[in-house]
């Protein structure tokens, strides 16, 4: 069998979901065909211009608008800008030939079956045997798209639905038709995960799939619990928001963000196609939805929804809310629950379900409610929707952001609580819970060396969940491969000869103890490993130095405490570079400040596309101390090329940290110097992140890794350098574009990369640079305006500008 590729694919339909999906595919390296319809009529603008409908401006324009949208839209749906060049759009008329040279061909037209079908039939007329054709569809049954197409198209043809916005919601259902190819699927199972770094999910033919169906019954049994508890919804988006590890927009602003017209859709769609549906009634639409529906308020995108942003007498932006039993606005409310402080200590999310559910006040009584429902609901989808218990919960952490899917929360509350719960609401669990528990199995999950397995309800036992072997779960090693471990991390064998270095502290920050498991790791891996990687699976790789620490020091005037805390921090990052096994850091989601200058000092950085990471030390009124400021000065030296003009690249990288950029994917970084070309490297797939690292650290030891040699020849340009800064600085201030506290901290940033004001320019050590910045860092600290900035960020999450 020959193995198939895509180079290239046509996406027909550019609506919100079509470039989305346009721009995923050009995220990760393949040619996009962007087609759409063309216009019927011509706009005032080209009636102005005396175009006609056949100039090839206009006959593009639907498309070109909508990916200009999409494009423009935050968050940004592409990895970096340049990657649109990878995008060719065009129109169904005069291109559709064009699809006889691609490898997939994707519609995602308007829900309707009747046109699509139509396109289906156009389609086929141009499309090469032999080539992939899906839907990107939210329910239409797959069986009926391609009713009367030929053997091939039908063999070729399946569903797969990604789910919106494409680059950043990790599901991707794959749904087969009545005669889609085995190898179709296999195919495109190992294409979403492996290079479109999602998670696949095999689907059934059924209304709303996996996905949809469990996720708008949990909302719609939300709706019904709130009116019979009296509940507000300022009530229920805390309940089930991050303290049970969901999105922060929780249930009532994600309707909101989504759109109330999308979600009474689904809903409708389920409770029209699905007559054995057990909770039918659950599908209903409640009253108060209807009248939201008929007064247009659908949410973010009528400006009005269950919240509304309004702007008092005063002038003061407000939120307001929709009080449930009025339909009328009003401020909103901010809600407190005993149960919820009962949780505050608990760091896991996972490990909170079971206090949750135990508590005696309102909030304990939703819970219950809530997952006694939704655990019914689950367990009587199986065989309809699925066949796997991990594939529902797959699809609701990928598609929904739940941090544990229904049958891994069942477990932490225990599978016999649970069902105690069910038959408390007057329900009852299907038959094959009860049998599971009966054949020995007492959880739907375990662990087994290393490995996550699950129930397998024909065959009554315990089996090893496929497609694991490319990835490495520190929760499934930790235990049994735990080397070393103490408040900060945890230090795991990941085999092969290499370590892993696993921060463990709050948001994952960086403090005394975690530099000092990070030299253990060094220390450990120099003795008796090859290699070693620094990388976790928390939400962020890590927010950065524990500015609480410093903050504490610098307030209570221990200067030389926190001169030898800072250079702890400095010998840790240049041990990581010169020490004597290659080191490689895993940075993903947010790896800012510390966690920068981490990374940039490790031998190779394996990063997710999803990395958001700078160094952003001037939101809190210091320069970077860790060894940040030192190496922007030491890679602008290295970028120095005869005939450059040094002193504008040397301006560039201090404008990344006087700024405080921050990358919004990996590819960004690159441009800021934080990544570098040829060195560093991009995955798409975070599960697969640490597997990738730890074959990095491989191959670098393999090649014969070296020890570095110390740097002796960083060149700095002196007072050169410095005065160019210093008159930019002024100038700033003297317009107000920054404050006078903003231009201190940059001119003492300007005297560490300029090396201080030497005479001329001079080749320096890395060492003299360091001692430049800890005195700097140190002299910021003993500021009064550098402290509330930090005592800001602290209380607030947010810099503060003084």
Not at 50 to 77: C, F
Not at 209 to 227: A, P, T
Not at 548 to 572: C, H, P, R
Not at 704 to 723: F, M, S
Request: proline share 3%; net charge neutral; charged share 25%.
């Amino acid at each position: 069998m020959s193995k198939r590729r895509i180079k290239k694919i046509a996406i027909i339909g550019s609506g919100i979901m079509g470039s989305g999906i346009a721009c995923h595919f050009a995220n990760i390296g393949v040619e996009v065909l962007l087609l759409d319809i063309i216009p019927r009529e011509l706009n005032e603008l080209e009636k102005a211009k005396g175009l006609t409908l056949n100039d090839k401006v206009v006959r593009n324009r639907l498309v070109n608008d909508a990916l200009m949208t999409s494009v423009k839209s935050k968050p940004a749906p592409l990895y970096h800008p340049s990657f649109k060049n990878r995008i060719t759009t065009g129109n169904l008329e005069d291109d559709i030939a064009k699809v006889a040279h691609v490898d997939w061909i994707m519609e995602v037209v308007v829900e309707r079956l009747d046109i699509k079908q139509q396109v289906f039939e156009k389609l086929e007329k141009h499309r090469t045997p032999g080539t992939l054709i899906t839907s990107n569809t939210s329910g239409i049954p797959i069986k009926f798209m391609s009713d009367g197409r030929s053997e091939d198209f039908q063999k070729h043809f399946c569903g797969t639905h990604f789910f919106n916005p494409a680059r950043y919601l990790r599901l991707f259902e794959i749904i087969p038709g009545p005669k889609t190819d085995a190898s179709v699927l296999e195919f495109l199972n190992g294409y979403g995960e492996q290079f479109l770094g999602k998670t696949s999910v095999v689907a059934k033919d059924t209304p709303a799939f996996i996905g949809n169906r469990i996720g708008i019954f949990s909302i719609m049994n939300v709706f019904h619990v709130v009116q019979e508890l009296g509940m507000t919804i300022e009530e229920v988006d805390k309940l089930s928001g991050p303290v049970i590890g969901r999105p922060k927009s929780a249930t009532f602003r994600t309707v909101d963000v989504v759109g109330l017209d999308t979600l009474v859709h689904v809903a409708n769609g389920i409770k029209d196609n699905c007559p054995k549906d057990e909770r039918l009634e659950l599908f209903t639409i409640p009253g108060f939805i209807n009248t939201m529906m008929e007064n247009k308020w659908l949410g973010s995108k009528t400006g009005q929804g269950f919240y509304k942003k309004s702007v008092s007498a005063e002038g003061k932006k407000e939120i307001l809310s929709l009080d449930l039993n009025t339909l009328e606005y009003r401020p909103k409310q901010s809600a407190k629950f005993a149960t919820l402080e009962l949780t505050k200590t608990i760091d896991r999310v996972v490990d909170r379900f079971k206090v949750l559910v135990s508590g005696k006040d309102k909030a304990a009584e939703f819970y219950r409610k809530h997952f006694a429902a939704l655990f019914a609901y689950v367990s009587h989808r199986i065989p309809e929707i699925t066949d796997e218990i991990y594939k529902i919960d797959d699809a609701m952490k990928a598609g929904f952001g739940w941090e544990d899917g229904p049958f891994q929360i069942w477990d932490a509350i225990g599978v016999e609580k649970g069902i105690e719960m069910i038959k408390a609401e007057g329900l009852e669990p299907n038959a094959w819970v009860s049998e599971m528990l009966s054949s020995g199995s007492n959880s739907f999950y375990t662990v087994k060396d290393g490995a996550s397995y699950c129930y397998d309800i024909p065959k009554k036992s315990q089996e090893k969940i496929p497609g694991q072997d490319s990835f490495i779960i520190l929760d499934n090693i930790r235990k049994t491969n735990e080397v070393f471990k103490n408040s900060g991390v945890v230090i795991e064998d990941l085999g092969d000869g290499i370590l892993n270095c696993e921060f463990q502290s709050k948001m994952n920050t960086i403090g005394g103890d975690v530099l000092a498991g990070l030299n253990k790791a060094i220390d450990l891996a120099e003795k008796d490993f090859d290699g070693l990687v620094i990388g976790n699976q928390g939400a962020n790789f890590s927010v950065g130095a524990n500015i609480g620490m410093i903050f504490m020091m610098a307030v209570e005037q221990e200067y030389d405490e926190l001169n030898m805390a800072i250079k702890y921090f400095q010998d840790t990052m240049m041990r990581m570079r010169y020490s004597a096994i290659p080191t490689v850091a895993a940075p993903h989601g947010m790896a800012l400040g510390g966690a920068c200058e981490l990374s940039m000092h490790a031998d190779k950085v394996v990063a997710a596309a999803e990395t958001y990471i700078g160094l952003v030390e001037f939101g809190v009124g210091v320069i970077p101390g860790g060894a940040g400021s030192k190496e922007m000065a030491l890679r602008a030296s290295d970028t120095f090329r005869k005939g450059d003009v040094e002193l504008n690249v040397l301006q560039e990288y201090f404008l990344t940290i006087g700024m405080a950029k921050v990358a919004t994917s990996a590819y960004e970084a690159y441009d800021l110097g934080v990544l570098q070309k040829g060195k560093d490297i991009v995955v798409v797939n975070r599960d697969r992140q640490i597997a990738t690292a730890k074959a990095h650290a491989r191959l670098l030891a393999d090649a014969g890794y070296t020890q570095p040699v110390r740097r002796k020849d960083v060149k700095v340009l002196g007072k050169q350098a410095l005065g160019m800064f210093l008159v930019g600085t002024d100038s700033m201030e003297a317009s107000h574009y920054i404050s006078e506290h903003d231009q201190k901290i940059a001119n003492k940033l300007a005297y560490v990369m300029a090396g201080g004001d030497l005479s001329e320019p001079t080749l320096v050590t890395e060492q003299y640079l360091l001692d430049l910045e800890r005195e700097a860092f140190l002299s910021l600290c003993t500021e009064r305006k550098t402290l509330e900035r930090i005592q800001h960020m602290l209380k607030t999450g947010k810099p503060l500008r003084n």
